[in-house]
T-cell receptor, first 112, second 114 residues
Framework: EPEVTQTPSHQVTQMGQEVILRCVPI?????FYWYRQILGQKVEFLVS????????KSEIFDDQFSVERPDGSNFTLKIRSTKLEDSAMYFC??????????FGPGTRLLVL | AQSVTQPDIHITVSEGASLELRCNYS??????LFWYVQSPGQGLQLLLK??????LVQGIKGFEAEFKRSQSSFNLRKPSVHWSDAAEYFC????????????FGTGTKLQVIP
């Protein structure tokens, strides 16, 4: 069964550093998403991406964040200058037609 | 305001007992409804979904959920819980029409005791 994959599974970085989280959505899916889950809190929407552009973003997704689909298979989330409060589990999701989203295993980001 | 509510933060059940996890939503129209499960250190796995039609939906791992429009509820049930069901369960909604963001409830952590 096709799955969404994410790399790395864990990332530790210093405050102020740039990080890139990578996702390989399910092939033939057209809608892509990033969510995050701060420890002990609920899963929050960050951004959705369709047809090579952002279709919706939350207030969390400020100028420090960007997304890209650099080729036909990868979908990345970049955080330009990480802050302590960016420490969280980041989930990528994809959807074929936009109604059912399938989530990856997540990347646990720790900012020191 | 639009919201998804899971009133139970923690639930403990004995192995073999039945389970019901509650979920209520507050939206102008009936959204698409989902239950996801997150095992410790794992990602979010889709258990089941409801878009329309039969209000009792079957999912994986022996779970089912019932949509009740009059109560704006979508409760998850399982007749006999197994120790491997210990996890966190999230009710979630997507506004009808698709391609929208998923809005999650706060989750219910299930503990299963022998």
């Amino acid at each position: 069964e096709p799955e969404v994959t994410q790399t790395p599974s864990h990332q530790v970085t210093q405050m102020g550093q740039e990080v890139i989280l990578r996702c390989v959505p399910i092939s033939n899916h057209l809608y892509f998403y990033w969510y995050r889950q701060i420890l002990g809190q609920k899963v929050e929407f960050l951004v959705s991406f369709y047809n090579n552009e952002i279709s919706e973003k939350s207030e969390i997704f400020d100028d420090q964040f960007s997304v890209e689909r650099p080729d036909g298979s990868n979908f990345t989330l970049k955080i330009r200058s990480t802050k302590l409060e960016d420490s969280a589990m980041y989930f990528c999701a994809s959807s074929a037609r936009g109604e059912t989203q399938y989530f990856g295993p997540g990347t646990r980001l720790l900012v020191l | 305001a639009q919201s998804v509510t899971q009133p139970d933060i923690h639930i403990t059940v004995s192995e073999g007992a039945s389970l019901e996890l509650r979920c209520n939503y507050s939206y102008g129209a009936t959204p698409y409804l989902f239950w996801y499960v997150q095992s410790p250190g794992q990602g979010l796995q889709l258990l089941l979904k409801y878009f329309s039609g039969d209000t009792l939906v079957q999912g994986i791992k022996g779970f089912e959920a019932e949509f009740k429009r009059s109560q704006s509820s979508f409760n998850l049930r399982k007749p006999s819980v197994h120790w491997s069901d210990a996890a966190e369960y999230f009710c979630a909604v997507v506004l009808s029409g698709g391609y929208q963001k998923v809005t999650f409830g706060t989750g219910t952590k299930l503990q299963v005791i022998p």
